[in-house]
């Protein structure tokens, strides 16, 4: 046999889970069936208790894979496509179910052959490298196993490697896969080391803390300052106890928050990834695990609930416990529902308030909590229509993950503007309220309010029109500089009208 043949024809394996795709198809199935739905739940947890077999078998034939959304790396791709130039044959092995197995081989086309699970054998390990073995015909060209190798020619694998060449190359990414890799000619690996001296390395393995810390999405946080509003508008800015006390609620509220952020992510990884923006999300692009960000998940909720409980009290408890079921309903289920989605979001905003002013045990005035449902409803309606005029989809089309059409863009437009000049009016209200209590020095001065409110509402929604708000008109305030004088504006005329006494001055120029 001569040798460049024996090079030509070395077949190259390619592993599927987090190598070819930088994800595992068998544990987005599994969160996709589990939020079908109760009955769909019930029926993963009984195919559990029958083995790995049992469940990639359930799972490919009611959550079965769609190809084309999946996260592929380039780099894997572009090794498969050198090694088709050199046509070498390329197998796709892995210990994904046979159904998915094939329905990515058909999709990318360029492979020969597809190893993979069926309802009774798990092909993983040893197991993947015995049925390789079977389908390239032994361990080396020659037929000669590695232990005869090793024990003949001690001292000079290097030598052997280039004369007899092993079988195949094998592409993979996990420590089960150590036994395929000592048995390749080359073992191309994928985020971990194999200890071998034969390794190349594709990719390296990702910062998991950082990546982590990305999918929590911090810059989100900034929304739950809201909890500090009670503080502000009790006069108890300056109280070292209600500081903390507000403080820790604004943790415990992010920890929860980051929480939901995760499992939000996990449903939404197909529609995520059908987005420009979003499928670079560590989930979406299968640069985090599912089961990490499931562990993080519960940790985080587990830790906000709990903490709110001893540090805030029983009330303090039942507010994060109501914005932690009310956002995992929205993730669940309400984000698709049309008008409820942004009912929701306006919902949650205020909840926020009551929690801030539940931490430091004050009342929170009802003009004020109004004013937040009409102000956020209006920003809920203009995140659904920056969507809806960006989406290519067509006009009928149901945008994805959500219960509108292009049909409903003006109908959206029309009420968010319409939230949003209620929400002035309610400010209104507020000052007059005010006025009539103890609660601020000059409380005249509120009645400044609805103009800088009125401005920047009237702005946000046109330059949501003009295409220049992103997804998250909050995210948008956060980074826009006018948005920022604006809200210094506001702030200066609440911490006025609370700690400055200037009604002598007010009644000299007719304002009472």
Known sequence: ???????ANVPLVVDLDHTLIAGDIAME???????????????VLWCLLRGPAAVKCHLARHAPVDPARLAYRPEVLALIAEARAERRP???????????ARAVARHLGGFDQVIASSARNNVKGRAKLAAINAAVGGNTLDTMDEAAMQSRFTGLRPLVDGIYGYAFDYVGDAAADRPIWQAARTAYTVGVATDTAHETRLAPRPNLARTLLRAARPHQWAKNALVLVPLVSSGLLLNIGAIGRSLAAFAFLSLIASSVYLL??????DSDRLHPKKSKRPLASGAMPIPVAVMAAVLGAGVGLAGSWFVLGP?????????????VAYSLRLKSAMIADVLTLACLYTIRIIAGAAAIAVPVSFWLLLFSVFFFLSL????????????????HQLLSGRGYTGLDTDIVAISGIAAAMVSVLTMVMFAEAMAKTQSYGTPQLLWLLPLPLLYWLNRIW???????????????????????????????????????????AMGAIGIS
């Open 29 to 43: 199935s599994l969160v996709r069936q589990a939020t079908r739905g109760l009955r769909a739940f019930l029926g």
């Open 380 to 395: 809920g309606y203009l995140k659904r229509y920056v969507e809806l005029s960006t989406s290519p989809r067509e006009d």
């Open 462 to 504: 046109l330059m949501g029109r003009r295409g220049h708000v992103d997804s998250d008109p909050v995210a948008f305030a956060l980074t826009d500089r006018k948005s920022i004088v604006v809200g210094g504006i506001i702030g200066i005329i609440l911490l006025v009208a609370k700690f400055a006494v200037l009604a002598p």
């Open 90 to 100: 390329v197998i796709l092995a892995s210990a994904a179910h046979w159904r998915n």
């Open 1 to 7: 046999m001569r040798y460049d043949n024996i090079v």
């Open 264 to 269: 939000n992510d996990l449903v939404d990884i």
């Open 315 to 327: 009330i303090g408890f039942a507010t994060m416990a109501t914005y932690f079921a009310l956002t």
